[in-house]
């Protein structure tokens, strides 16, 4: 069955750097647009990057764009979110999600699947 499994949370200081990973299972990973969602307590669950298959086109929340990276490595399935200059506005519990498409998707209508999250936290 389909699985997805972050990784690589944590408590961070502002302006420190975290990396997130999320490993995937159970479908051809290469072959889907992956994205990076996040939930802080009491808001809403919100896009935060996006890649489409390939790796070639992504997209990002103008909250976070500059700052953060996603990337992906097909071979082993994985897919990975890279934050820099981390803000306090940054701390949420952080959700990889399968699109159902091969181009980079925004919405959360457009994702199918989704790991059960690992939790940023940014505070001094």
């Known amino acids: 069955q389909v699985q997805l499994v972050e990784s690589g949370g944590g408590l961070v200081q502002p302006g420190g750097s975290l990396r997130v990973s999320c490993a995937a299972s159970?479908?051809?990973?290469?072959?889907?647009?992956v994205g990076w969602f996040r939930q802080a307590p009491g808001k809403e669950r919100e896009f935060v990057a996006g890649?489409?298959?390939?790796?070639?086109?992504?997209s990002y929340a103008d909250s976070v764009k500059g700052r953060f990276t996603i990337s992906r490595d097909n071979a082993i399935n994985t897919v990975y979110l890279q934050m820099n200059r981390l803000k306090l506005e940054d701390t949420a519990v952080y959700y990889c999600a399968r699109a159902r498409a091969i181009w980079v998707r925004r919405t959360m209508e457009d994702y199918d699947y989704w790991g059960q999250g690992t939790q940023v936290t940014v505070s001094s």
């Open positions: 890649m489409g298959w390939s790796g070639r086109d992504t």
């Open positions: 159970g479908f051809t990973f290469s072959t889907y647009a």
